[in-house]
Each structure stands twice: as structure tokens, then as C-alpha cells.
């Protein structure tokens, strides 16, 4: 669990904050923030106001990124700076199961290193063999990662409809899954 903790000073016309978080993504990818939640504020206050939100829908481990959006009650809103919580190293290297499975034409891939800075691939093949894509092929820190593809291959045309396999390799860590492009 993660508890956000969080004040103003004074409050005019605050309809309240969307709580947005962001999982840590590679440095060659763009995150995307996801609303967790919505604390509705005090409309106008003068004195402070104290927030909390607990987050119970995150990972065991892995880095987030939170940021509030402030809503005033005629629809205009503003950000805040961003805050990382790190919730630490996964006690062994994984990689999940796509998301969405069946796809088109996005998917993600989730996978943890749990091990010093790690040699770390994960490569798409079709069903013959052949390779699709490279999607990692870099020296990684311990972490919870999230990787999309594109449904593109390294050509940058896009995949045929079909069964693909994506094999991740950490050091002695080997572990292959299937995924479906659908069209």
C-alpha cells in the first residue's frame, strides 16, 4: 500500500483532485498516467485542509510516479509536480502475461529484474521462428518494468494476424509466452 499525504493552504472553488499515477516505464518509452481516484475538496476554505489517499491497487514492488490534478468547480485544472515512490526490488526476475491478449494493435509487457544491472532481452518471434521484433536489448537496474509493442516489426511494417511468442533472457532467467495479433 501507498499512502499520498497532502495540504493546501487555502481552497477556491476546489471541486477536489483526481489522484494519476504512472508506472516506471523504460527510458525509450512514454508512460501513461491512469486516474486511481478522487478526493473531493472543500470548495473555499481559508484555513488549511489535510488529504489522504491510500493506494492499495498498486504492485508489491516496482517505481510510481503520482501527481495531483486540482479541479475547480467551473471545470478548469491544474498538475502537480510528480513524486516517485520506489517500493523496492523484486525478489525474483518475471515476466507477465500480455495485456490486453488477444491485442490489436497495442500490447504491454510487464516484467521485473531482480538481480545487480542485468543483460536483458525480450524478443518477438513468429510462430516459425523468425524474429519479429526486439523490443529490449539492454543492461538493466532491478525493477518492475512496463514495455508496450507497437504490433510493428523491427521494419516498422505491421505484423500479420497471428500467434506470436515473446521470450524474455536475464542472466540464467529464460521464460517464452504467446501472445495474439489480432486485426
Given at each position: 500500500e501507498i499512502q499520498l499525504i497532502w495540504e493546501t493552504e487555502t481552497?477556491?472553488?476546489n471541486y477536489g483532485f483526481e489522484i494519476e499515477r504512472?508506472?516506471?516505464a523504460l527510458s525509450s518509452q512514454k508512460a501513461e498516467w491512469n486516474k486511481v481516484a478522487f478526493i473531493e475538496g472543500y470548495?473555499?476554505?481559508?484555513?488549511?485542509?489535510?488529504?489522504s489517499f491510500i493506494d492499495k491497487t498498486a504492485d508489491i514492488s516496482g517505481?510510481?510516479?503520482?501527481?495531483l490534478k486540482q479541479i475547480d468547480i467551473d471545470g478548469e485544472y491544474k498538475y502537480t509536480e510528480s513524486v516517485e515512490v520506489d517500493l523496492g526490488i523484486p525478489n525474483k526476475f518475471d515476466v507477465s502475461q500480455n495485456y490486453p491478449n488477444p491485442f490489436n494493435p497495442n500490447t504491454t509487457i510487464e516484467f521485473g529484474i531482480a538481480?545487480?544491472?542485468?543483460?536483458?532481452?525480450?524478443?518477438?518471434?513468429?510462430?516459425?521462428?523468425?524474429l519479429v521484433h526486439t523490443l529490449v536489448d539492454e543492461r538493466m537496474i532491478p525493477?518492475?518494468?512496463?514495455?508496450?509493442?507497437?504490433g510493428l516489426t523491427q521494419n516498422g511494417v505491421r505484423a500479420a494476424s497471428g500467434i506470436y511468442i515473446y521470450r524474455m533472457i536475464a542472466?540464467?532467467?529464460?521464460?517464452?509466452r504467446k501472445m495474439l495479433l489480432l486485426k
Open positions: 481552497e477556491v472553488n504512472q508506472k516506471s470548495g473555499n476554505s481559508n484555513s488549511k485542509r489535510n488529504y517505481k510510481y510516479n503520482y501527481r538481480e545487480k544491472a542485468t543483460d536483458v532481452s525480450i524478443k518477438i518471434y513468429d510462430i516459425t521462428g523468425r525493477g518492475r518494468y512496463t514495455i508496450t509493442w507497437d542472466g540464467q532467467f529464460v521464460e517464452s
